[in-house]
């Protein structure tokens, strides 16, 4: 069976338009609005999106088209899963464990396919997409498929970040904090995340999403670097206050930044700790707003970090997660 476009909608998440033309299947995690408020390279990049569904189907094959608009990053990862069991991926990366700077190195691109086993009888499938390229689906195909059916998850939980919540540098989607964090709070992603993105209360007034059960919002680590104590300070202000306008009734999670590799050395004469205290202050007054510190949540220690110095590695990411979501139960939020 080879799902029709209707099909390929309802079984997509985290993405808010889905086209179809030459051939292939393009996804899209930003409204025109939402690009219109924020010039950034990483707006066609899949972070987040994923397909899930129920089948009865037992060899999937997945046809794909890479691309990237930047040199920064060009590895990438289609995981693939049946019943929360790994099943492998389509990638660009070969066998071996990465050492070093692995970020930065150059990988192909263009055309992948790859064939997964699915075993017998009535599984849910999932395809979680790269979040470091532009990825096009060419052709999806399931043999022994009657039926092909979306499985929705009851709760929406809205990503806010820079590249650290986009993903850098997981090599594998899945294993990048946010995927993580969704899946145990039983809630469909939606990632809004961009690599170099500062606290912009105008990216959260262009969207269209209004409904959420948790929204996280994960900047400050570009904020420092880019910007003076005042400008910081305001432009934290308007971000919370638009997102707690925004979202009166969901859980806000306001994650301060991780650790980072320079960041003992003060920038603009602004300690890396005092981008924590000023979040603390500016969310103070709002109840939903549940403030978490960063900063002990991945190692402190460069072998932790794909780059060495900022965007953590899977095993990073993995402490990050962990932690994470050990703070959020602390919290007494409720997690499946």
């Known amino acids: ?57 037992n060899i999937l094959r997945l046809s794909v088209s890479v691309s990237n608009k930047s040199n920064i990053r060009s590895y990438f990862a289609f995981d693939i899963f049946a019943d929360g069991k790994p099943l492998g991926s389509i990638s660009n990366l070969s066998d071996g464990k990465r050492v070093g700077n692995y970020a930065e190195q150059e990988y192909p691109l263009g055309s992948f396919s790859g064939e997964f086993d699915l075993g017998k009888g009535d599984k849910c499938v999932r395809i979680v997409f790269p979040h470091s390229v532009i990825a096009e689906i060419d052709k999806l195909e399931i043999d022994g498929a009657t039926y ?38 039983g809630a469909e992603l939606i990632s809004k995340a961009l690599g170099g993105a500062c606290f912009s209360y105008e990216l959260v007034e262009a969207g269209d999403v209004t409904d959420a059960d948790y929204v996280l919002a994960a900047y400050g680590t570009n904020d420092w670097y880019c910007y003076d104590g005042n400008t910081i300070r305001q432009n934290v202000k308007a971000f ?55 900063i002990n949540l991945v190692p402190h220690d460069i072998a932790f970090f794909g780059d060495l110095r900022l965007h953590p590695s899977d095993e990073g990411f993995s402490f990050y997660f962990d932690n994470l979501n050990y703070q959020i139960q602390k919290l007494q939020i409720r997690c499946k």
């Not at 998440?13 to 292939?24: E, H, L, M, R, Y």
């Not at 939980?157 to 904090?177: E, F, R, V």
């Not at 206050?241 to 004469?269: G, M, Q």
């Open 148 to 185: 092909i059916t979306p499985n929705k998850r009851e709760k929406l939980m809205l990503a806010y970040g820079d590249s650290i919540t986009q993903g850098y540098d997981a090599l594998h989607p899945s294993s990048t904090y946010a995927v993580k964090l969704a899946d145990v709070l």
């Open 240 to 294: 919370f206050k638009s997102l707690a306008n925004k979202f009166p009734h969901s859980v806000i999670f306001a994650v301060t930044p991780i650790w980072r590799e320079n960041c003992h050395t003060p920038i603009k004469d602004i300690e890396f700790s005092y981008i924590e205290q000023i979040i603390r202050e500016e969310c103070e007054i709002y109840q939903n707003i549940k403030v978490i510190s960063g």
């Open 1 to 57: 069976m080879e799902p029709n476009f209707q099909q390929i909608k309802a079984i997509t998440t985290g993405a808010v338009n889905i086209d179809f033309s030459d051939g292939k299947y393009r996804f899209y995690r930003f409204t025109g609005k939402e690009a219109e408020a924020t010039d950034n390279i990483n707006l066609l990049y899949t972070a987040g999106i994923q397909m899930e569904f129920r089948t009865d189907g």
